[in-house]
């Protein structure tokens, strides 16, 4: 397949990478390759205000993989089968997110999509764009699996001083308080009183986490 384009993000490395797309309003900038540069392969898409992203994790690239994985949000301990999770650990190692989409831009020369909602690493290979259309792409009776009781362990509250919040760009400190409200954690390693470094941009941010508070100690 064809790489169309490549994905540019303030997630520098796979740790702290929100699990799921939209989760935060964390930018990106999908831009599309010499090739599908033509205006034509993009036209009518701002008539949407949401797509299907369908990329690459291109830094789990293996020749083996197994049937099963073991979810980190059931405590690395309960095997799922590979086709009932989103685990980055596939036969084909591809990953499908669903993007706002807030802008067509020219980024050196090339169309670009300014997008929200990301969770992909930077410079991720992107293979096909779609429409999310809401009259098919919404199931209101759809059930939520194992990942219902995942999602009631709550957010973190996050206490970030202001000498340090201001260090951050103005218009990426909602995106990066949200990504820390997640929980960057590791979810099946025993949460140790340890200090984590998260890389966010051009920052790299240390915190610690004292029950359901995570403290910013360095930006």
Same mark, same amino acid.
């Given at each position: 397949m064809d790489i169309i384009a490549r994905i540019r993000t303030d997630y520098k490395e796979k740790f702290g990478i929100p699990r799921q797309s939209c989760m935060t309003d964390a930018t990106g900038?999908?831009?599309?390759e010499e090739k599908y540069s033509d205006p034509n392969y993009i036209r009518g898409i701002e008539e949407f205000n949401y797509l299907w992203i369908i990329w690459q994790f291109s830094k789990n690239v293996k020749e083996n993989h197994?049937? *099963?994985v073991r979810p980190p949000k059931l405590g690395g301990e309960e095997h799922k089968g590979v086709f009932a999770t989103r685990s980055s650990f596939r036969p084909n190692n591809m990953g499908l997110s669903s993007v706002?989409?807030?802008?067509?831009?020219?980024?050196?020369?090339?169309?670009?999509?300014l997008v929200s909602g990301v969770d992909m690493l930077d410079g991720t290979p992107v293979f096909d764009i779609k429409p999310y259309i809401p009259y098919s792409d919404i199931h209101k009776d759809a059930k939520a699996g194992f990942t219902e009781k995942t999602l009631k362990s709550g957010l973190l509250?996050?206490?970030f001083p202001d000498e340090l919040l201001k260090k951050i760009e103005e218009e990426k400190? *909602?995106?990066l308080i949200k990504t820390l409200e997640l929980d960057p954690r590791p979810a099946y390693m025993e949460?140790?009183?340890r200090e984590?470094?998260?890389s966010f941009g051009e920052h790299n941010i240390t915190f610690i986490v004292e029950g359901n508070k995570l403290y910013v100690t360095n930006v």
């Open positions: 900038l999908i831009v599309f197994n049937p *099963t706002r989409l807030l802008e067509i831009v020219k980024f050196e020369g090339k169309n670009a999509l509250e996050v206490i400190r *909602t995106p949460k140790i009183d984590y470094g998260l």
